[in-house]
């Protein structure tokens, strides 16, 4: 009878919404035990169609009593391992499982069970119809690796200048610094000269530390401590630091706000959770999923089950604890498809408040009205009407602002509100011009 336990440690072929694993930097045994998001490794392994054995009650006793003897090993709380055992010991006793043939709904069944004494979203059982194995092609090769993840760009989607000197980022997944560190390098130095910075980790279900780590050192002048991480097996600390050294500018003056969803979830929760408790960044959107515990797959290969446990845990050395089953709650709580539109406001607002001069004021008034009618011009109205509302909300006593709504409010045939705001706008600035004339050509239309 054997039981293997296996920590992949190199990443897997890797699409979006696919689980990956990676390979750390040089290799480095101690920093593996720490990977955040390890929890969704089983997708680098695949079980051949099969037909499923039927599940009788020897078995079923036989797959919860290695469970335990497992979870007992290596759940990071002793504590709350035994309570999980004897749970599931109750669960057997009582005929719970009698009826359940099928061993894919009986690993269900079991996580569930495990997970309504432990809270834990890291920890589930898996049955594998064939053993597991690694998908057939998966790249060993660093450089094959590399070359696939370029595909997706290494989960770095979107990095853009928004209207108002306001910097963009959304990023699906913080893979390996290993892999994706040159493509963090360039993101963070197009983005470098942004007077704001809005961070989208809604759709981030983890990461490597290496990569978070990476990011969050051009946020912070000199090192600092972000996480650590204790490892129950060995009674073992590891510490996780910003770095001394980037390439490029430093954005520590830069205001930066972290979207998140209750799908933002493991390494996408670390980096939240390290930015709030640094007092580093504003958070805005939903609760997040709650998973704070590295995990290693443990596979029973004469049983065909295998169960994923967390080993490990994280602490803040601010906070001395961690988001496990809690989420990180925003700063802002706000739905989630609200989160950019809410940040996006927030940081103009605060950009115009800290505006050294009135020239600089303007600007971001200009940029963004500016923004407004090139889209417009591409037919885009309502996103054009989003940001000229968002601009009068930014600048209330600017004339301005109100011409440019009520142009848009023309281009789109409402006269009613063209007019409405062309007053506005008079009432604001009696000599502007062009609300006058559109004012005037619109009344006569009405006679």
């Not at 969704?40 to 079923?60: C, E, L, N, V, Y």
Request: a positive charge; glycine letters at 6%.
């Amino acid at each position: 009878m054997k039981n293997l336990s296996f920590l992949v440690y190199k990443i897997s072929h890797y699409m979006p919404g696919q689980r990956i694993s990676a390979r750390l930097r040089h290799g480095t045994a101690v920093l593996a035990a720490f990977v955040l998001f390890v929890w969704a490794m089983g997708a680098a392994f695949i079980s051949a169609a099969a037909p499923a054995q039927t599940m009788d009650t020897q078995k079923q006793t036989q797959v919860i009593h290695r469970i335990i003897d497992t979870i007992n090993e290596n759940y990071v709380f002793a504590d709350v391992a035994k309570k999980m055992g004897e749970h599931l010991l109750k669960q057997l006793k009582k005929g719970a499982y009698k009826k359940i043939s099928d061993p894919k709904e009986f690993a269900r069944v079991l996580t569930n069970d495990l997970r309504d004494i432990c809270h834990d979203l890291h920890l589930s059982v898996d049955y594998y119809a064939e053993p597991p194995r690694q998908r057939p092609g998966a790249p060993s090769d660093p450089e094959e690796i590399r070359r696939q993840l370029s595909y997706s760009n290494f989960d770095f989607e979107t990095v853009q200048r928004l209207a108002g000197n306001v910097g963009f980022l959304k990023l699906n997944s913080f893979i390996s610094a290993e892999y994706g560190g040159a493509t963090a390098v360039a993101a963070m130095n197009f983005l470098a000269n942004c007077d704001a910075l809005i961070i989208d980790l809604r759709e981030n279900r983890g990461g490597q530390p290496s990569m978070i780590q990476l990011i969050n050192s051009y946020f912070f002048e000199s090192p600092v401590h972000l996480n650590s991480f204790y490892i129950r097996k060995g009674d073992k600390t590891q510490q996780f630091w910003t770095q001394a050294h980037v390439q490029g500018k430093r954005m520590t003056d830069v205001d930066i706000y972290v979207l998140t969803g209750n799908r933002t979830f493991s390494g996408a929760e670390e980096f939240t959770y390290n930015l709030k408790n640094l007092k580093r960044g504003t958070i805005i959107g939903e609760t997040t999923g709650g998973g704070a515990h590295p995990m290693r797959s443990h596979y029973f290969e004469d049983l065909q089950f295998g169960i994923r446990v967390p080993y490990g845990r994280a602490v803040n050395p601010i906070s001395g604890t961690n988001w496990e089953g809690t989420g990180v709650k925003p700063d802002i709580e706000v739905p989630q498809v609200e989160a950019f539109d809410t940040a996006y406001k927030l940081a103009l607002k605060n950009l115009a408040a800290k505006a050294k001069t009135p020239e600089d004021k303007r600007r971001i008034e200009t940029d963004i009205n500016i923004e407004g009618y090139r889209l417009l011009g591409r037919k885009k109205v309502k996103e054009a009407f989003k940001i000229f509302t968002m601009n009068a909300e930014v600048f209330p006593e600017s004339s301005n602002v109100y011409n440019s709504l009520a142009d848009a409010y023309m281009a789109d045939n409402n006269k009613e509100l063209a007019i409405q705001y062309y007053k506005k706008s008079l009432e604001l600035n009696p000599e502007n011009e062009n609300a006058k004339k559109r004012l005037k050509e619109l009344e006569s239309k009405e006679k």
